[in-house]
Structure formats: structure tokens, C-alpha cells
Nanobody
């Protein structure tokens, strides 16, 4: 019901920056939280940032705190992830995800999100 399309991924040197975007469409009226979740073959899935769309309360994984910022536009149609001071360990496929209703776990738990985009690749070289 909710369609999410990520963009903005790419390849950068360590210390560089990228800004990811997630465009939401479809039945978004019940969405109350959005997240960026990354996946690597060795480490699996890790929720890196989340935002509650009504209160704009944000949450960050310790590994990205102080470097990444999640935000949304005024219409709640686009969510962003500003990534600064990128490190090689940030290399992953980054997924945008949307949650509806009451969360069943912590904000960064991937199980809180039912609708996912296709992902965008971020590669950070040292």
C-alpha cells in the first residue's frame, strides 16, 4: 500500500558525505514512523536512524550518532538521511522503511516497519 523509492546512494571516500532521499506514495496516511535500515552480508540488518513523523522525534544507532541526520519534508512525502564523516564500515545497502500504528519494539528494530523500498547502495572507500 505504501511505495518507497530511495535515491542518492553512491561511492565516496572516507570522510565524505551523501544525502539519501526516500519518496513515499500510496496509502501513507497511517504511517507514523520512518527509518533508514542498512544491510551488509556479514552484519545483517542494522537500523541506523528513525523518525516519528508527527512529533519529529529522532533515534540513532550509536554507530552513526553525531554523523547522520534523519529528517522529513513538511508534507511528509520525503524522508532524508544526511550522512557526514562517512566511514568504510558505513558501506551497505540502505533501505527506507515505513511503519504504521503502534510499534512492537524499539524504534530502530527492523521489525517495526512493514513497508520497504528497494534500497540504495552506499560504498565508502578508505
Amino acid at each position: 500500500q505504501v511505495q518507497l523509492v530511495e535515491s542518492g546512494g553512491g561511492s565516496v571516500q572516507a570522510g565524505g558525505s551523501l544525502r539519501l532521499s526516500c519518496a513515499a506514495s500510496g496509502s501513507t496516511f497511517r504511517v507514523n514512523r520512518m527509518a533508514w535500515i542498512r544491510q551488509t552480508p556479514g552484519k545483517g540488518r542494522e537500523g541506523v536512524a528513525a523518525i516519528y513523523t508527527g512529533t519529529l522525534t529522532t533515534y540513532y544507532a550509536d554507530s552513526v550518532k553525531g554523523r547522520f541526520t534523519i529528517s522529513q519534508d513538511n508534507a511528509k512525502k520525503t524522508v532524508y538521511l544526511q550522512m557526514n564523516s562517512l566511514k568504510p564500515e558505513d558501506t551497505a545497502t540502505y533501505y527506507c522503511a515505513a511503519g504504521r500504528g503502534r510499534a512492537t519494539g524499539l524504534p530502530l528494530w527492523d521489525g517495526n516497519y512493514a513497508d520497504w523500498g528497494q534500497g540504495t547502495q552506499v560504498t565508502v572507500s578508505s
